[in-house]
């Protein structure tokens, strides 16, 4: 049989019985989009964390003080806290050349106030640095000076909250800011940030690494950040950086560095299986359409009985009967498919509208998987009905009524 | 052309055993022109089912053109039935969707003749049938007569040599019935070697060769 007619013939058979098509087609659709639109959900999720953290910086490496257990190994005697990370610390690790930039923070929080107004801000110390590494905009002002790491100044960089809720309409630049009980000249004020993983930039004070030490007095470091020169140098700077820990702590590197691509990568995975998992779980209508096609084709081929018979006696084989009753449910269920994509791409263009902030991308190999999936779930829950058709006895079948 | 050699053929029904046929040698050569006549459930139906390949002889072994037939597989069955051998149904047995020219297609369609080939060939059928007016009708809209002519169109596109005819006129009125018996004689003078099972005596009379059955054996005259 030429492979147009077996189209043309199963065209005919899926006009003959419009409420059986329709019903297989929706089944179908509402499985295709369901699976398609949570595809794209979850791999928009992935994609908008994934963006966020390498918007973090670029090659970026953060170092905290203690070793991620992690590695496993024995752990710690009792009593033994890790070394802390400091000041001197972050200095013998800017010696490495291949860092083009570090910036050590500390973090604490406390009240700061101005003309009456008060409210609690997280105060960062660190260095000029950090705007490199952390890819800070400034809408106004200046940042922290370039400085020796020791050296404290009475300076300050506000985030946008602070500055709004602070200095309402007021010019902040110039004007004194009140952290505790000391007084910092605001120098800058941060561009929007908008949403950042990590710390909320808009609601934050910068001040010097030195002067944030003084003002908590607290001489150890939250994190040390520092971005490599190249994705090269930051795999060979890590190794350095464990180098110099060492002989600076005794012999013990206890500290974790993670590299930026490690936490994209990490973030990325667990997305990417959540996704699927998502996915699979749409997969379930997929069933539940299977199981439809199954139901009414097997409907079809007790009706058609007759039929089937006729065409035997005409000289149709088992393998045509089969490649027939396939290309039907095939055909049924591609249709489906591709009405389910673009159902799924009209309800994700809907949610586009609704969070304009978002885009939801429905990945190519998605659709294309989508069709695939269709045609594989209609060729195997339609072989069982074809067979059954194709095992048809011609003559019981004729003079079946 | 066509050899039976002890041929029986046994349904199981329940517990009992019918034996449709029993022990049926029978020869017959190209261009005959045979009737088949015989109680009803003597086993003529049964009979020409399996000289249509349609149905498998219990035991026994089927000739056809020197080729023993009994032990081909399904797909070649179908072949053979396809291009040797045409059948015509008491009830016509059209299908209903679609046109009488889309029916008559059906065994070329099957056979994978090109689509060029295919609707001369209909055509010229339709006229020889004296049905060219009615190529786009569904069944439904053909009498009874009209009908049974497509299928004999059908039963002959492939051009087989044998055509089979089941009780061809019970389901019409006399005048329709002549007309198809013409037809059907009218393919055998021209060389196709026909069968055709009646219970009506005169139209059995006619036919060169008369076979008569009961209780599924063979009583030639
Ligand atoms: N599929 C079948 N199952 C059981 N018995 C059958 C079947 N087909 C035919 N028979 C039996 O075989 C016998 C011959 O039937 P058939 O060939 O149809 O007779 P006829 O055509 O001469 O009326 C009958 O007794 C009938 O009941
Ligand atoms: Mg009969």
């Given at each position: ?401 | ?94 299908i209903p969707r679609m046109t009488a020219a889309e029916n008559i297609e059906l065994p070329m369609m099957l056979a994978g003749i090109p ?46 040599a044998i055509l089979l005819a089941d009780e061809p006129t019970g389901n019409l009125d006399s005048h329709s019935g002549r007309e198809i ?41």
């Open positions: 049989m030429i492979v147009s007619d077996l189209f043309l013939l199963a065209l005919k058979t899926i006009f003959a019985q419009p409420f059986r098509a329709t019903l297989i087609i929706i089944a179908m659709t509402i499985g295709i989009s369901s699976v398609s639109i949570l595809t794209a959900l979850g791999e928009s999720a992935r994609s908008f964390v994934v963006g966020e953290f390498q918007a973090l910086g670029t090659n970026l490496l953060i170092m905290m003080p203690g070793r991620s257990e992690t590695v496993g190994g024995q752990p710690p005697v009792l009593g033994e806290t890790p070394r802390d990370l400091t000041l001197d610390d972050a200095k013998a690790i800017a010696q490495i050349p291949l860092l083009k930039a570090i910036a050590p923070i500390t973090i604490g929080s406390a009240p700061v106030s101005t003309a009456g107004l008060e409210r609690e801000a997280t105060i960062m110390g660190s260095s000029a640095a950090l705007r490199e590494v952390r890819h800070l905009d400034l809408a106004r002002g200046q940042f922290i000076p370039t400085m020796d790491f020791d050296k404290a100044a009475p300076v300050c960089v506000i985030g946008q909250t602070i500055k709004e809720e602070l200095f309402a309409n007021r010019q902040s630049l110039g004007e004194w800011l009140r952290i505790n009980d000391r007084r910092y000249r605001v120098i800058g004020v941060l561009g929007n940030t908008g949403q950042s993983v990590g710390v909320g930039f808009d609601e934050i004070v910068i001040i010097p690494i030195a002067s944030a030490q003084m003002l908590f007095n607290n001489y150890s470091l939250f994190r040390i950040l520092a971005e490599a020169k190249s994705q090269q140098a930051m795999y060979q700077a890590s190794e350095q950086i464990r180098k110099i820990i060492k002989l600076r702590h005794e012999g013990e590197d206890d500290i974790t560095i993670i590299t930026q691509d490690s936490v994209v990568q990490t973030f990325n995975d667990i997305l990417l299986s959540l996704t699927l998992a998502v996915t699979g779980i749409a997969g379930i209508s997929l069933v539940v359409a299977g199981v439809l096609i199954m139901n009414v084709m097997l409907v079809s081929v007790t009706q058609r009985t007759a039929e089937i018979g006729l065409l035997k006696a005409l000289g149709a084989g088992r393998r045509q009967i089969l490649a027939l009753f396939l290309t039907e449910a095939a055909m049924l269920s591609l249709t489906g498919a591709v009405l389910g994509i673009l159902t799924g791409q009209a309800a994700l263009h809907l949610l586009e509208l609704i969070y304009p902030d978002f885009t939801f991308i429905l990945p190519l190999w998605a659709q294309l998987a989508a069709l695939l999936i269709a045609v594989v779930t209609a060729l195997v829950f339609g072989v069982m009905p074809a067979y059954k058709a194709a095992a048809l006895d011609p003559i019981t079948a004729l003079n079946r009524h | 052309m066509i050899a039976l050699e002890n041929i029986n053929r046994c349904f199981e029904v329940g517990e009992q055993t019918v034996q449709a046929l029993n022990d049926i040698n029978l020869e017959i050569d190209a261009g005959e022109y045979i009737s088949v006549m015989g109680p009803s459930g003597s086993g003529k139906s049964t009979l020409l089912n399996i000289i249509s390949l349609m149905d498998q002889p219990t035991s026994g072994r089927y000739f056809l053109n020197g080729e023993d037939v009994t032990r081909l597989q399904d797909q070649q069955l179908a072949q053979v039935r396809n291009k040797n051998i045409g059948f015509i149904f008491q009830s016509f047995h059209l689509v060029k080939q295919r609707k001369s060939r209909v055509k010229q059928a339709l006229s020889q049938v004296g049905l060219s007016e009615r190529a786009k009708h569904l069944s439904n809209q053909l009498s009874g007569g009209q009908r049974q002519r497509v299928a004999i169109a059908r039963a002959t596109i492939m051009q087989p018996v013409q037809l059907l004689e009218q393919l055998q003078q021209q060389g196709v070697t026909l069968i055709i099972i009646t219970h009506d005596a005169d139209l059995g009379q006619r036919a060169q060769r008369q076979l008569h059955m009961a209780d599924g054996r063979l009583v030639e005259q």
